[in-house]
């Protein structure tokens, strides 16, 4: 889920895009653009929460030095590995698709495992981004017990091609402006890399960070797939829009024609100071992922994923992690055999004493779509021996297994089933969108228009990034201001305007955006 902490105001009244009455808090630049200096600035952001019901209800105006050059709207897409989301649909055995569709819950936020927390910008009303990925699909041995075989992005050699390339994290492939496959893209996030180091002060309770060496190698045995020219890959398309300023609310929605599948939700969250971590959950609006098969194996055939609780950590230090709580349900709906399947994965709780194991846990079962008995159902301890089909166990940020539970075995030798890998993400790696080019984008896609700010914090001129910061913002209030002046209304472009269902619809100039990134041909630029 997106951590926005500015200009929100939680509500469960109708979307409205009036500007907050009172004026922000300001968290002025300590003009040290160094490690210290950062943590100086979020040591007063702190101060200034501490006791605040929801900081979603505070209006924080950030310096541009603690934002990573990244619009909010790109950043959160759920799709770090599109492959997985591509192959939902591939098994005809409803069982074995509820297991893709909990593989790739584990991987959409795969930019938390490998990557950094940053505060990317905050969205304005609006802005839209749309992008796509061309990804060689994921491929099953005979045996359905085996994990899925990877075809780019992977540090398995038993996955990708062995002649392939190493390709920079996702997230960095902003820094072109360009494509995501440029040449220019390419080296530029090869030359970060280069520089990660060790913190001297990392916690340890985080995560545990590599020496430069060290990820070096692992990234040396990073496999890039064929590239979207190649016939043997699928595309899949994402386009979202921000909807409501006040609250923040962006909608999105994500498909793959050709694998019958689709992925629509709303975003929005809540957030506060607890001790000193900021904790996350999903605002009122947001009712978690939907995921639709339109035909093929499973259609008509319906995913509901539920959003967790998440724990920024570390902050007083500087040294974020991420650690999630309480747990995800996974619901299918509209199934053709007589029982529909549910998962449960339950995040354990991290003690504050003692390093974060991101451990998990979780159970497979069915239920009666006529029934409610299985709404009471959110640990795994809850559901009934005698609907658990399949259980499943490990780290979040690295190894998960599974098996079939005895009583659904049709392995009549043991008694007890053997544990197969559901995922090991550790192996796993973000898979970089494909962005047209600035000069084909309009004023309000979100590269083109934090165009200004991004190239100023990348040649580190923060004072400037700050102020067209500030003017984007302004620029933002006017409007909003000349519309309550007429009486007018926003209204979403891409988006109906009703968004209650949390699961937003497309207006026919979504559709048009849709079908146009599909067939879009972003030539590779050096």
């Keep these: 889920m997106p951590v926005n902490t500015d200009d ?39 101060k200034k929460s501490l006791g605040v019901k929801d900081i979603a209800a505070m209006r924080l105006s950030l310096p541009a030095s603690l934002l990573e050059p ?45 990557g950094k927390v940053c505060k990317p910008y905050n969205s304005v009303l609006g802005e839209h981004f749309r992008s796509h990925w061309d990804v060689p699909p994921v491929r099953y041995s005979s045996d359905p017990t085996n994990p899925p075989i990877f075809g780019t992005h992977t540090t398995d050699t038993h996955s990708a091609p062995a002649s392939t390339i190493a390709l920079p994290l996702e997230t960095l492939s902003i820094r072109s402006g360009r494509s995501a496959h440029s040449s220019k893209s390419t080296r530029s996030g090869l030359s970060l890399l280069s520089k990660t180091k060790a913190s001297p002060s990392t916690a340890p309770t985080s995560p545990h960070q590599a020496p430069e060496a060290g990820l070096a190698g692992h990234m040396s045995r990073l496999s890039l797939g064929p590239d979207g020219s190649d016939s043997d890959t699928v595309r899949v398309v994402y386009i979202t829009e921000q909807v409501s300023h006040h609250p923040p609310i962006s909608a999105y929605y994500a498909t793959c024609p050709a694998r019958s599948v689709e992925m629509i939700g709303v975003d929005q969250i809540s957030a506060k100071v607890s001790g000193t971590t900021l904790r996350v959950a999903p605002g009122s609006h947001n009712k978690g992922i939907f995921i639709n098969i339109t035909g093929g194996a499973g259609g008509g055939e319906s ?21 999630v709580a309480d747990s995800t349900i996974i619901t299918c709906t509209g199934g053709r055999g007589e029982e529909n399947y549910r998962a449960v994965i339950e995040y354990k709780e991290e003690s504050w004493l003692g390093r974060a194991h991101f ?75 494909v962005v047209r080019p600035l000069e084909k984008q309009v004023p309000n896609e979100s590269r083109k228009l934090w165009e200004s700010v991004t190239t100023r914090l990348l040649n580190k001129e923060y004072g400037e990034a700050t ?43 979504g559709r048009k955006a849709v079908e146009e990134e599909l067939r879009e041909r972003c030539s590779e630029t050096p």
Aim: glycine share 4%; with cysteine.
């Design 8 to 46: 929100v105001i939680p509500t469960t009244a109708p979307v409205i895009d009036e500007d907050a009455p009172d004026a922000p808090i300001s968290v002025p630049d300590s003009g040290d653009t160094g490690e210290g200096g950062k943590l100086k600035m979020i040591v007063q952001l702190v």
């Design 70 to 114: 990244l619009p909010n709207l790109e950043y959160w897409n759920y799709l770090d590995r599109p492959d997985l989301f591509a192959s939902i649909n591939d098994s005809h055995d409803a069982f074995e698709r509820m297991l893709a569709v909990v593989r790739f819950t584990f991987t959409k936020d795969l930019k938390f495992v490998h």
């Design 303 to 323: 995913y509901h994923i539920t959003h967790p609780v998440a724990s920024v950590n570390g902050i007083l230090r500087g040294s974020f992690y991420i650690t």
């Design 359 to 433: 451990l998990v846990e979780g159970v497979i079962h069915t239920y009666d779509e006529d029934s409610m008995e299985h709404e009471e159902w959110t640990k795994a301890k809850h559901v009934p021996q005698s609907r658990v089909v399949a259980v499943f166990d490990g780290c979040w940020r690295n190894h998960i297994r599974w098996r079939r539970t005895a009583s659904s075995s049709n392995d009549s030798l043991s008694s007890t089933p053997e544990y197969h890998t559901l995922i090991d993400l550790s192996k796993l790696h973000v898979v970089p969108k």
């Design 467 to 509: 102020k067209h910061k500030l003017v984007i913002e302004q620029k933002q209030r006017d409007e909003a201001s000349e519309r309550k002046r007429k009486g007018e209304e926003f209204i979403p472009r891409y988006f109906d305007k009703d968004i209650s269902s949390g699961a937003p619809i497309l207006t026919a100039e």
